[in-house]
């Protein structure tokens, strides 16, 4: 099992920043892939921004180049920077994790989301 909490949300102003968190119940190390997500009104969620194990990053068009994944292995936490914030950025957020198991399986984590608002 992995719980994985969220931080740092809020309303910021276009062109502003926010530093999202997910703070996870184990070592990140040991996760294959760590993701965020993020889901806006009336849409499907979508995946932003990946950080595999090996450090290897890959993001969406739509955030590449503004936002930055990242993660901090002693505090098992990993980081989602955002700058240059767009309204349409204004989702909420969902950090994931994804676990492969000996077996070949692969199970799937969910944090309870965080709201990102970008409005004047």
């Known amino acids: 099992q992995v719980q994985l909490v969220e931080s740092g949300g809020g309303l910021v102003q276009p062109g502003g920043s926010l530093r999202l968190s997910c703070a996870v119940s184990?070592?990140?190390?040991?996760?294959?892939?760590m993701g965020w997500y993020r889901q806006a009104p009336g849409k499907q969620r979508e995946l932003i921004a990946t950080?595999?194990?090996?450090?290897?990053?890959n993001y969406d068009d739509s955030v590449k180049g503004r936002f930055t994944i990242s993660r901090d292995n002693a505090k098992n936490t990993v980081y989602l920077q955002m700058n240059s914030l767009k309204p349409e950025d204004t989702a909420v957020y969902y950090c994931?994790?994804?676990?492969?198991?000996?077996?070949?399986?692969?199970?799937?984590?969910w944090g309870q989301g965080t709201q990102v608002t970008v409005a004047v």
């Open positions: 994931n994790a994804d676990v492969r198991l000996l077996s070949g399986a692969t199970n799937l984590y």
């Open positions: 184990r070592s990140i190390l040991s996760i294959y892939k």
């Open positions: 950080l595999t194990s090996r450090g290897s990053t």
